[in-house]
């Protein structure tokens, strides 16, 4: 078992681009870290640096403390899960899981051993002896979980493992490496661009965009307390709702005009927020959760100015809640962050050709709305966000 | 009242029958055998033909024997072409496999300086064909053989060493393109995995290309087998000689009616490359890779 520390770690290719800028991570011994980001923010990159399939342009990597810049990935006592698997298509399931072990002279005795307790881990015993063709999509997952976990390393790499399944075998192979790593406590550090199982299965997730960390930290803890619009956006299903209204005084606290509407921040919300009065008479991003909002008519004493006017254009119904889109007349947030956002989710593929801004909120499923309602809806004003809509920065205390 | 039941219903290919679904494969099956074992069958009856002529009118002419083949191994040195041409033939083929493969393997996995140009200037080279550098190979063996007559003209090894740089190009860039379709995670994977870049070789990658090191070695061993022009100018003692080589002398002479022995000798060469087709076969199939990564 083994902690990995990143320090100042940079990868610029030789074309000039530099994929990783100065990223420093600390991972603790048996802790599982999420890399999470949209394609090309450098996390498989980084992950490939830390196998050491990657060289690394500046910085120190250390596994137990032992830098292991330089090493060769054999040296680094690593397993790595890739996205495509890469079972070798010659052997049988047995001899893949086996291979590493058999390259390092283990006794056969050792390796039967080993293998066996990895198939039974793993539910691969009946198909020792198939060909990796012969296995279906999840099988082959496992087979390459198994050949991960057979040589007892001290860190698991994963570079997107699941992305090749479907979507409700996803479900089930996230659950089940989780609680495998839980069970062997080896120091993982997973790579994926979904935000769903960045949430689910990390100790910790860490945010990253073109290169640069964003954020690390508990999952739920970033997930309420973004450190800026990127985060905000990227983590969390639907995305946090955004768009730009001006701080104004209210009574004793403030209040952001979004739209025609007046949202005034609840007591609690104006400590949490101190330096947005530094922000009075200026342009902020707003953003509320989709469950921080609920239909007007299911509130009974919702405090005053805070409401929104909406026209409702879809609504999903889940069963366990109402997904309503609804259409704003504030003014939409528009930073480079949100364009590459909209981008990664492929929303900016979709032409929308309405004014204002939509947003997505979920009701409970005993609201009656109907796409074309004219509704109001309530915002929990103490669980808004505000970022500075330049550099987009969390405003906070 | 029980109401007619309708007509079953065919759809598409089912209603064909036999003929249309398999049995004009056959047909054509049977063209393609006739358009194939059609030579062969004079070459056949020939080599029967006690009066070693060609121009025979009947198809299993008078006196048909095996009298050809019993003078062809009593009267010429034919076994010892026979060894000549299958150690120049194995050999050149193994080794130029090998070397292709190891040069493939490079030029698909490794970037460095002159990649490129490497790649270009054997492409570039190949386009040449092989029979202008005759002249200039002679010169070049006439002093190899004064030096080390081991290797010189009238030995097996100055061929191989010939054929191994003639096949050399073709083969790596045939190689390198079948290499560029096994997916670099193996590499990587096997590389993670402990094992050293020799490894990778020998217990991956080669294990995959085989489809391509079967096609290599086969297309080795056939142009070895049936070279003539540089086996005629490096060999000219009767026990040195190969089977191209040998064969010709039989008729090369003005007024030899040897057409007989040279056809037992001609079907008795084709044995061993229609042999190692055979044995090679199952190779040749490709979709080894299918299933080392998704789909």
């Known amino acids: 078992m083994a902690e990995v520390t990143l320090e100042k770690i940079n990868k610029q290719y030789e074309n000039g681009f530099h994929a990783v800028r100065d990223l420093d991570l600390k991972v603790a011994d048996g802790e599982f870290l999420v890399l999470v980001g949209p394609s090309g923010c450098g996390k498989t990159t980084a992950l490939r640096m830390v196998a050491g399939l990657e060289d690394i342009t500046s910085g120190t990597l250390r596994i137990a403390d032992r830098v292991v810049n330089t090493l060769s990935p054999k040296d680094r006592d690593i397993a790595m899960v890739f996205q495509s698997y890469a079972l070798y298509p010659h052997m049988n399931v047995a001899e893949n899981i086996a291979y590493g072990l058999k390259i390092r002279r283990m006794s056969k005795e050792e390796i039967r051993r080993r293998v066996q307790r990895a198939a039974d881990m793993l539910e691969l015993g009946p198909l020792l002896d198939r060909k990796p063709k012969q296995l279906s999509g999840g099988q082959r997952q496992r087979v390459a979980m198994g050949r991960a976990i057979v040589r007892e390393p001290q860190v698991f790499l994963m570079d997107e493992p699941l992305s ?49 960390l964003q954020q690390v930290g508990e999952p739920q803890h970033i997930y309420e307390n973004p450190d800026n619009i990127f985060v905000a956006g990227f983590i969390g299903s639907p995305p946090m709702n955004m768009a730009l209204g001006v701080v104004e005084r209210a009574g004793g606290g403030l209040a952001v005009q979004l739209g025609s509407a007046k949202l005034a921040l609840a007591p609690s919300a104006n400590a949490k927020h101190a330096s947005l009065a530094s922000y009075v008479g200026r342009d902020v991003a707003v953003g509320i959760r989709s469950e921080d909002m609920e239909d007007s008519r ?10 929104l006017k909406a026209a409702v254009t879809i609504t999903e119904a889940l069963g366990s809640e109402l997904v309503v889109h609804f259409q704003l007349d504030a003014r939409a947030v528009v930073t480079e962050d949100i364009r590459l956002l909209e981008k990664d989710s492929g929303k900016a593929d979709v032409p929308h050709h309405e004014a204002g801004t939509r947003f997505v909120a979920s009701f409970a499923p005993r609201s009656q709305v109907r796409p074309r309602d004219e509704i109001e809806v309530v915002v929990d004003t103490e669980r808004m966000h505000f970022f500075d809509p330049g550099s987009g920065s969390a405003i906070r205390a | 009242m029980v109401e007619p039941s309708p007509a079953p219903v065919h759809l598409g290919s089912a209603r064909g029958g036999w003929l249309r679904q398999f049995g004009w494969r056959h047909a054509v099956g049977v063209i393609a055998l006739f358009f194939a074992l059609f030579p062969i069958v004079f070459v056949m009856s020939a080599a029967m033909n006690p009066l070693g002529t060609l121009s025979s009118t009947e198809l299993i002419p008078t006196g048909a024997g095996l009298d050809n083949f019993r003078k062809l191994l009593r009267d010429t040195n034919f076994t010892t072409w026979f060894g000549n041409t299958l150690l120049i033939g194995v050999v050149a083929a193994v080794v130029s496999m090998f070397l292709s493969a190891c040069a493939a393997y490079a030029f698909s996995r490794y970037r460095f300086r002159g990649r490129r140009m490497g790649l270009m200037s054997i492409l570039l080279v190949q386009m040449f064909p092989q ?11 006439t002093r190899v053989t004064d030096l080390y007559p081991a290797i010189g003209f009238n030995t097996p090894w100055a061929l191989i060493l010939l054929y191994l740089g003639a096949a050399l190009s073709v083969n790596t860039w045939l190689m390198k393109g079948f290499f560029d379709t ?38 080795g061993f056939i142009t070895a087998v049936n070279e003539f022009i540089l086996a005629s100018v490096f060999l000219t003692e009767p026990e040195s000689k190969t089977l191209a080589v040998g064969l010709y002398g039989l008729v090369a002479g003005e007024r030899n009616n040897n057409f007989g022995v040279f056809c037992a000798g001609s079907l008795l060469t084709a044995i061993p490359t229609v042999a190692l087709f055979q044995f090679l076969q199952r190779y040749i199939v490709g979709g080894l890779t299918s299933g080392a990564v998704k789909g």
């Open chain 1, 298 to 307: 299911l509130v009974r004493d919702a405090p005053p100015d805070s409401r």
């Open chain 1, 164 to 212: 090749n399944l479907d979507a409700k075998l996803r479900v089930q192979m996230r659950a089940q490496i989780a609680q495998l790593q839980r069970d062997l406590e080896v120091t993982t550090i997973y790579v994926t661009h979904d935000q769903v199982e960045a949430m689910t299965m990390g100790d910790r997730v860490a945010v990253m965009k073109t290169g640069l």
């Open chain 2, 131 to 141: 029979n202008l550098a005759v002249v200039a190979l002679y010169l070049m063996f």
């Open chain 2, 182 to 219: 096994i997916p670099r995670e193996l590499d990587e994977s096997a590389k993670v995995d402990g094992a050293t870049h020799a490894q990778i070789f020998v217990g991956i990658i080669l294990p995959l290309v085989a489809p391509i090191l079967a096609v290599t070695g086969l297309i």
